[in-house]
């Protein structure tokens, strides 16, 4: 297998996996947690901003009330300690005339938007002190008074811490996302486990009754769960089902094989006055039409029951491996006087060494009705092909090719069905139109798998089988 194929394997069985219940329901939960996550630490984060922005504000006015109510020098001494007593980078101050000239301290000048007694003001650090203050990431609330002496005193306090708290917070909802939804994900493969095994048992169940096995029933555990009620009530109509199909298949038996012994003794009378008739009575080929008429409804009682007794799986306890190449010559051998006589090229095409686990008298008479099919339909002068060959590994194709008329692409699934008479194709000729239904159950009994392909000019019939 190449990479681009286990790629692509990859991805398929990705997508299957999250195309489950459990997995949508953890993916939809996953999702509002994060978005939880997200607007409940992100309401606490603009309270605390909100709350610490205004603590910020509250304190400025504060100090500036007490720094207004100081002479020039306690006042400068004072200013010299708000620097000092707290974190260079978190305090800043600047004194100005009346006209805004820069008198003391670390602002040089009036920041753009600062006006003395208004509110406070929150400012790029950049805009208010020059050099290496604080993170450029950070801003500064500002605010503005007018002193006695008509002068101008300018507090800056950072937001850092403000922008920190936020960090701490964001920090937290990112590892609590993480210690969160990393262990769920986890657990939620860990759980889709037990789910996933019991879906792909019920999915092979399930196959096995489409096949034909209407005794099988999907598995129940003793959980109980939604799963466990659904296989119960899909039990439930499989035994309905069961018994109504065993009904009608019993019905459909018994006439067939209770008509037989009348007919039989119809036919034997009739073939006996035939027997008595003089060459030249009138009556007798009206007789003879009577005798080939009873012939034809005892053949289709015949097959009706052929296929009857192929639905019956317990067949494939006899199953043995066989030889196809082999089976395909003995068909060969057989048919190619008929071939012959409808002056016919009959061509066989084989493989050595494919080998499938089959009943080799089913197989026998499988092909066989294919290939007379083919015979049948196909017109003086053309051919017919059966060969088999393998595809894949563990696959062979029988196929059986002709030249004759050809199916319609819609009639190619109809002609499987019992009594099925196709226009212009397969089953127009003489017959019972059970022929290609008792290869349908054989195939169905062999599990394997049949399609027609082309059309106008040529009809290609296949049978795909497992080998061993």
Known sequence: MDRGTALANGTKSWSIHWRNTTSRLLLAYGVFFVIWGMVLLGSIYWET???????????????????????????????????????????????FDAQGKWLYGDILQMPPGVKPDAATLRLPTEQVVGGPFAPKTSKLSVIAARLANGQILVLAHTTRIAAQVGSIIWHALWWGLSFTLVPGLIGGLILNRAPRRRIRQIESATRVIMQGDLRRRLPVSNRGDELDRLAAIVNDMLDQIERLMGEVKGVCDNIAHDLRT???????????????????????????????DIDEVLARFRALLRISELEDRRRREGF???????????????????AEDQSLQFALQTEPNLLAQADPDLLFEAIGNLVSNAIKFTPPGGSVVVRVKRTEPGIAHIEVVDSGPGIPEV??????????????????????????????????????????????????????????
């Open 49 to 95: 901003r909100h709350y610490l922005e205004n603590r910020t504000d509250t304190q400025l006015r504060q100090q500036v009330g007490y720094l207004r109510s100081l002479d020039e020098d306690h006042m400068l001494v004072a200013l010299n300690d708000y620097v000092v007593l707290e974190e260079t980078n978190y305090n800043a101050w600047g004194l």
């Open 262 to 292: 009348p007919l039989t003794r119809l036919r034997s009378q009739l073939y006996r006055v035939e027997q008595q008739m003089q060459e030249d009575d009138p009556h007798a080929v009206l007789v003879e039409q009577c005798v080939s």
């Open 320 to 338: 043995v491996a066989v030889d196809l190449g082999q089976t395909l010559q003995h068909v060969h051998e057989l048919y190619a006087p008929l």
């Open 411 to 468: 009639q190619r699934h109809a002609v499987w069905q019992r009594f099925y008479r196709g226009e212009g194709g397969i089953d127009t000729a003489a017959g019972h139109g059970l022929g290609l239904s008792i290869v349908a159950a054989i195939a169905k009994l062999h599990d394997f798998d049949l399609h027609i392909e082309g059309g106008q000019g040529g009809t290609r019939m296949v049978m795909v089988c497992r080998l061993l």
